[in-house]
């Protein structure tokens, strides 16, 4: 079946501006996640959605960062007024979840945020 | 998260077995080891995970320490296509099971042809 896709695969801004970036996860997933990876740095969680629930923001860096996720399907991360700091590759991943075993997730290819 | 530590790099030949060891010697009694893998210029992939008995899929086996301190990934017969960056983390039973992964710097495996 269809793995996890995210649009655009590469982004190219300019300071200050806003970008807007798409997950599709898997069907029937119910939980999404959206990380990011800095230029030698490691994987950072950035906020995770499970079903209909209040998302866990805990990873978002600043207030310039958000997300939602519609229908319990597609989320969508906005940067707001960006910098060159957030120049990264995103990467969204989604999961079945239950109340006591962690699943595994499964990872998009990401999108490459340039901001110049 | 419980910490994890593991080499900054390891290097196999091709068609040999690889171990790449973990140490967790603050695992809980709630959490999972998992395995992810990350192949240049992609995502990161699922690997494996276990809690006590040591487990074995198509990709490769994990042998987990008594103890539950240690860990290592077990790759039976290295290719080229192997060479990626390893993490090994670990997750909370509990709390719903689906929490943010918290990837450490993990171990670069190179495979020499």
């Known amino acids: 079946g269809a793995g996890v896709s995210q649009s655009p695969s590469n982004k190219v801004t300019e300071k200050g501006k806003d970008v807007e970036l798409r997950c599709d996860p898997i069907s029937g997933h119910t939980a999404l996640y959206w990380y990011r990876q800095s230029l030698g740095q490691g994987l950072e969680f950035l906020i995770y959605?499970?079903?209909?629930?209040?998302?866990?923001k805990s990873g978002l860096p600043s207030d310039r960062f958000s997300a939602e996720r519609t229908g319990g399907s597609v989320s969508t991360l906005t940067i707001q007024r960006t910098q060159q700091e957030d120049s990264a590759v995103y990467l969204c991943?989604?999961?079945?979840?239950?109340?006591?075993?962690?699943?595994?997730?499964?990872f998009g290819p990401g999108t490459r945020l340039t901001v110049t | 998260d419980a910490k994890t530590t593991q080499p900054n790099s390891m290097e196999s030949n091709e068609e040999e077995p690889v171990h790449l060891p973990c140490n967790h010697s603050t695992i809980s009694g709630t959490d999972y080891i998992h395995w992810y893998r990350q192949l240049p210029s992609q995502g990161p992939e699922y690997v494996i995970h276990?809690?006590?008995s040591n487990v074995n899929n198509r990709m490769a086996s994990l042998a987990i320490a008594e103890d539950r301190k240690s860990s290592t990934l077990i790759l039976h017969r290295a290719t080229l296509r192997d060479a990626a960056v390893y993490y090994c983390i670990l997750r909370m039973r509990t709390g719903g099971g689906a929490d943010g992964l918290t990837f450490g710097k993990g171990t670069h495996l190179i495979i020499q042809p």
């Open positions: 959605f499970q079903g209909n629930s209040a998302p866990d």
């Open positions: 276990g809690f006590t």
């Open positions: 991943a989604s999961s079945s979840a239950g109340l006591a075993v962690p699943y595994e997730q499964y």
